[in-house]
Structures are given as C-alpha cells and as structure tokens.
C-alpha cells in the first residue's frame, strides 16, 4: 500500500523554465510535508516543508503547495537550473515526532 | 559542522554471507535512524532510536536484521544471513529535538549488491 505517490517517475524541463513536481498522499492523518532532493552517490537533502495550517511555503526560487481537499502537493522551482537535475522525493508524517512515509521520487532533468 | 558518516560506501557479498554498516551521526543529534532504499523506490524506514533506546523498529526483519546503538552515538545495522532481496541502499540519518521540526539529515548511504 503505497501512501505517498509521486505518479511521475522523471520530467524534464527547460533551464529558465518552471519545473513543478507532484506528489499524492492517500493517508488523510498526514499533516507534515517534505521535499528532498538527492544527487547521484549522496544522500537525500532536505529542500522545504510545510505543515498542514497552511496552504504555501516559499523560500527563494522553491515553493511548495498544499491542496488537502485534494490530499495532493506540489513543488515549483522557478526558474530552473540546470543543478536543480537530482531526484526529488515527498515524505509525509502524522505529525511531530511520527515516522515519515516516503514516495519514490521523481527524476529531475533541467537541460541548457 | 561535519555531517552523517556512513562506512563502508560499497559493499559486495554473497547470499548467505553476513554484512555489517556503520553510522556517525551529527554531533548532539539524538534520533537516528536506518532506511532502505531499494532501486527506483523511495527510502523505507528499518529502525529508529532516541539516543540509545528503539522508538520504532516495526518494519525491520528481525529474523535478519539487527541494529544497535551503543552510547547514544553512532550505530551498526547488520544482515544475517543475507537475502538476495536485501541489495540495496542503506542509508542512515539523525535529527534533532530542536532546530526545524522533524528535518533529518542524511548520510551518503552503503550500496549493498547480495550475489
């Protein structure tokens, strides 16, 4: 029973472009959100979260969305760059303290 | 600040044979945790410790697995026996009770292949 979904196993965008990585959760008690990123032979990196009081996190050109109703999150990165390329992978949890649940990530390419 | 230290990076053993990792954790983190990854899925967790005590080890294969930390400090995951079905990523992380909630951080992980 997969939680956390991420339908799109790579996307490829235009540097400059916008790139927005989609992420869908089955588990109607997640309340915490994360996004990682992880370059080849390192481990994942944590890029931005957000809780489920609200509906948007920005920090510089990453912002992530939240549509609870819809039990879906987004991440847009504008304008892309080319070392933005890595995998991207959603994680949820129930809460402070509570185990994340992870999806399988998404294959980020951005070509010059 | 020096990050999570994972040894050995690589490793290659036979089905059968038994296999052992270790972490460093980030100096005063408290949590640690064991995750693994297998090709083309996200990272699963195995076991997570409070310093020196299990939190949550629901998802490890106890017939095979086994994890320890000694001191609260760093730890050791170890297979015994090894299945073919164990090649995968390990990779180990720490958190903090303080800073940004619940953001843990990672090391390089151990790239296991069972032949």
């Known amino acids: 029973d997969q939680q956390v979904k991420q339908n799109s196993p790579s996307l490829s965008v235009q540097e400059g472009r916008i790139s927005i990585l989609n992420c869908d959760y089955t588990n109607s008690m997640f309340d915490y959100f994360l996004w990682y990123k992880k370059y080849p032979a390192e481990g994942p990196t944590f890029l931005i979260s957000?809780?489920?009081?609200?509906d948007k996190n920005e920090d510089g050109r990453f912002t992530v969305f939240l549509n609870k109703s819809a039990k879906h999150l987004s991440l847009h990165i504008v304008p892309s760059q080319p070392g933005d390329s890595a995998v991207y992978f959603c994680?949820?949890?129930?809460?402070?303290?509570?185990?994340?649940?992870f999806g399988p990530g998404t294959r980020l390419s951005v070509l010059p | 600040e020096a990050g999570v230290a994972q040894s050995p990076r690589y490793k290659i053993i036979e089905k059968r044979q038994s296999v052992a990792f270790w972490c460093n954790p980030i100096?005063?983190?408290?949590?640690l945790y064991w995750y693994q990854q297998i090709l083309g899925q996200g990272p699963k967790l195995l076991i997570q410790?409070?310093?020196?005590?299990?939190?949550?080890d629901s998802q490890l294969p106890k017939d095979r697995f086994s994890a320890e930390r000694l001191k609260g400090v760093d730890s050791t995951l170890k297979i015994q026996p090894a299945k073919l079905e164990d090649s995968a990523v390990y990779l180990c992380?720490?958190?903090?009770?303080?800073?940004?909630?619940?953001?843990?951080?990672f090391g390089p992980g151990t790239r296991l292949t069972v032949l």
């Open positions: 410790f409070q310093n020196n005590g299990v939190v949550d």
């Open positions: 992380a720490s958190s903090s009770l303080t800073g940004i909630p619940d953001t843990q951080y």
């Open positions: 100096s005063g983190h408290a949590t």
């Open positions: 994680a949820a949890n129930r809460g402070y303290g509570q185990n994340f649940v």
């Open positions: 957000i809780s489920s009081i609200k």
